[in-house]
Nanobody, 120 residues
Framework: QVQLVESGGGLVQPGGSLRLSCAAS????????MGWYRQAPGKQRELVAT????????DYADSVKGRFTISRDSAKNTVYLQMNALEPEDTGVYYC?????????????WGQGTQVTVSS
């Protein structure tokens, strides 16, 4: 049974940094893509960053390029999101996501989310 658990959220001042962690119940190498999404109150969930677990290529939302970095530690079955130069608009619930593709379709897994609040 797949389980994703996020941690590392909290309250931070503008310009500060946080590192989010997503711990998987099994090897992250069994997934094709892992990523981070976020959702602010009253807004749709949006993609923040993705990582291809086989090639380690990454993709980022334009709003976070140059400030956020997604990475993995396969030995710890963990994916990270390093967030620097945080802004109030980064506030929201951040969700870990994992995708496993098969010939017949895909499986999509989500964590429960961790709150990030950027405020002075």
């Amino acid at each position: 049974q797949v389980q994703l658990v996020e941690s590392g959220g909290g309250l931070v001042q503008p310009g500060g940094s946080l590192r989010l962690s997503c711990a998987a119940s099994g090897t992250i190498l069994s997934f094709d893509v892992m990523g981070w999404y976020r959702q602010a109150p009253g807004k749709q969930r949006e993609l923040v960053a993705t990582l291809n677990t086989s090639g380690d290529n990454t993709d980022y939302a334009d709003s976070v390029k140059g400030r956020f970095t997604i990475s993995r530690d396969s030995a710890k079955n963990t994916v990270y999101l390093q967030m620097n130069a945080l802004e109030p608009e980064d506030t929201g619930v951040y969700y870990c996501n994992a995708i496993k593709r098969n010939y017949w379709g895909l499986s999509n897994y989500w964590g429960q989310g961790t709150q990030v609040t950027v405020s002075s």
